[in-house]
């Protein structure tokens, strides 16, 4: 988990998850929007399994239309359709004795999931005109940036093959619910880069830290690292600056900030019980997060990691506005 930053008590939960599924074969299913760091995630379980020494094959499923979707995942024998010169082992056999990654698992067409589904069932299957069964040991990680739940309902993933990979589900969270985490990815990323580079770049300034605190990053960890890169490689003083950002990013809206007032407010108020002076950081806390979700309450709660009903009970203690969305 070298290359897996952050202290945020939702990616403390990423870690325990890994610890706990690393070294079997249960299948996995990893769950985050596009940038969270999947494909890292995936090559950190296998890195810490028993099958550290065997290969890893990472495909996404939604690079690659139907017809060669099909002859990746399983192979195809000589002969089997127009330009099929040879036999060609596909990514399941490449793949045996080790970790297949099946990113984007969301956008596998109907027919193919239901492939997928007696492979990961009975770890065999036929590759593309073949008469004969191929048997293979493999442990499968599987990714998805939207819910799977969701396309079950609407029809478009099969419900059989979605209760087969729930087995272990892991979800990354998006970078803007963890934006305490952005200063040691940041840092992170300046160091590799830096050195990469051959460059000396000792760190931020604070305008800029802050700027990359309030960035939303709707790209998450990967629009980050892109970020942080560019700014090394354009930076020209010992620290980068706010004008080594890109454009969009300096004149983007931003996360809320908390009041400047509101810690001299608690130092210098009169004595209060310590239940009560916690009452104004909850309640930005809680501002925020409702914000950044558009008021949706079950999105909020989910990202504060608290039901509904107690998101409900703190918006009305605080005065928040319970009305405005669900």
């Not at 990423?14 to 969270?36: F, H, M």
């Not at 008469?131 to 499968?140: M, N, Y």
């Amino acid at each position: 988990l070298d290359n897996i930053v952050g202290r945020d008590h939702r990616m403390q939960r990423v870690y325990d998850l890994v610890d706990a599924v690393a070294d079997n074969r249960t299948t996995v299913l990893i769950v985050g929007e596009s940038g969270t760091g999947k494909s890292m995630l995936a090559r950190a379980i296998h890195r810490r399994s028993s099958r550290r020494n065997k290969p890893f094959v990472e495909i996404s499923c939604g690079a690659l239309p139907e017809s060669l979707l099909e002859t990746e995942l399983f192979g195809h024998v000589k002969g089997s359709f127009t330009g099929a010169v040879a036999d060609k082992p596909g990514r399941f056999l490449t793949a045996d004795t080790g970790t297949i990654f099946l990113d984007e698992i969301n956008s596998a067409p109907l027919s193919m999931q239901v492939k997928l589904l007696r492979v990961l069932q009975e770890r065999c299957f036929e590759p593309v005109g073949a008469t004969e069964t191929k048997s293979v040991d493999v442990r499968t990680i599987l990714a998805s940036n939207v819910d799977l739940q969701t396309l079950v309902a609407s029809g478009q993933f099969r419900q059989d093959l979605y209760y087969r990979i729930n087995v272990v589900t892991i979800q990354l969270p998006p970078l803007r619910t963890r934006n305490g985490d952005v200063p040691m990815l940041a840092e992170h990323f300046m160091r590799q880069f830096s050195q990469e580079a051959g460059r000396k770049v000792i760190g931020f300034s604070d305008e800029t830290m802050q700027q990359l605190i309030r960035y939303p990053w709707p790209g998450n960890v990967r629009e980050l690292e892109n970020v942080v890169e560019r700014a090394v490689v354009l930076c020209r003083r010992p620290k980068i600056e706010i004008d080594d950002l890109p454009d969009a990013l300096r004149g983007a809206d931003m996360l809320p900030a908390p009041t400047s007032n509101t810690r001299s407010e608690l130092l210098n108020e009169s004595p209060m019980p310590l239940e009560k002076a916690l009452e104004t950081p909850e309640r930005l806390i809680i501002e925020a997060a409702l914000k950044r979700n558009n008021w949706n309450r079950q999105a909020t709660a989910a990202e504060l990691d608290i039901n509904r009903t107690t998101l409900y009970k703190k918006m009305r203690k605080h005065g928040l506005d319970v009305g405005s969305n669900n």
